[in-house]
């Protein structure tokens, strides 16, 4: 389209230069990134909090079992709370040696939902004990530590006992009928299934 204003022409002509919509481009491409870095810190996060939440669940298992193995026994907890020190009112049933192994017991207060348990859980004439949180990146799925393996009870493959698994279905609890290691995954994702 041309114009003409007095003896001058004029050109006018539609759309945009390439510098411009290279401009608009990296513009939305630096929004993109900001918007996907913000939406990825909370998955981030709960990536983060399994790591220490598996960590602690490592530990309180070897302390459980240093306690067997020192007192010969594992240590009673109390229900519903799952902490062998006990709470408030009702101290738990080894709690005086106990705290020779286990200053506190540890609470989990961060944005992920989650209760450290333990239980002592015996079917028969076996015991074992299990220490379990909720993932942070799956609340409906389970970090587990349980110790020792008995084909019977515990399932699963012996070198998913004396570490901690995850994505297991139940919490350890006597409750539930789930402290089957069948449907967990070890850390690196090998199956627990013989």
Known sequence: MEFSIGNNLIAFKKGFTLVELLIVISILGILAAFTMSIMNTRQQKARAEDSVRQATVSKLG??????YVAEGFYPGSVYPSGNPLGTGVSPGPNRTTLL?????????????????LYYPITEGTVTVSCVSINMATNSSKYL??????????VGGDPICTGKVVKNCMFPCDPAFWGNDLTECVQIDETDCIL
């Open 100 to 116: 020779n192994y286990v200053g506190v017991w540890p609470v989990q207060n961060t944005e992920f939902y989650g209760t450290y």
């Open 62 to 67: 070897q302390i459980i079992d240093a306690f």
């Open 144 to 153: 587990k530590y349980i110790n020792p393996h008995h084909p019977g009870y």
